[in-house]
């Protein structure tokens, strides 16, 4: 089965900065669109950032300038770097890996910016 587990999320301080990772099984990076989505308390989820196979990116335009997402085939893991976090980007954190006709989905990671 394809898996994917993300980590380091965790407690910031307003301006401080966090890396998210997402490890998928198997060569799953090679073959998918990547993407970091996020969910916080009461609000459905929305896309943050994405990035295609042939590495073209996207982002959400509250986070563009601050977020860089990036991934590496060769391990398999999808990067999301997040810099200048503000109480707003609260939330927790899905990976996503979306094929043509499958998605799969990661646990999720608390992320959390506060003073």
């Known amino acids: 089965q394809v898996q994917l587990v993300e980590s380091g999320g965790g407690l910031v301080q307003p301006g401080g900065s966090l890396r998210l990772s997402c490890a998928a099984s198997?060569?799953?990076?090679?073959?998918?669109?990547m993407g970091w989505y996020r969910q916080a308390p009461g609000k459905q989820r929305e896309l943050v950032a994405d990035?295609?196979?042939?590495?073209?990116?996207d982002y959400k335009d509250s986070v563009k300038g601050r977020f860089t997402i990036s991934r590496d085939n060769a391990k398999n893991t999808v990067y999301l770097q997040m810099n200048s976090l503000k109480p707003e980007d609260t939330a927790v954190y899905y990976c996503?890996?979306?094929?043509?006709?499958?998605?799969?989905w990661g646990q999720g990671t608390q992320v959390t910016v506060s003073s």
């Open positions: 996503k890996a979306q094929h043509p006709l499958v998605e799969y």
């Open positions: 990035i295609t196979t042939g590495g073209n990116t």
């Open positions: 198997g060569s799953l990076c090679s073959f998918y669109t």
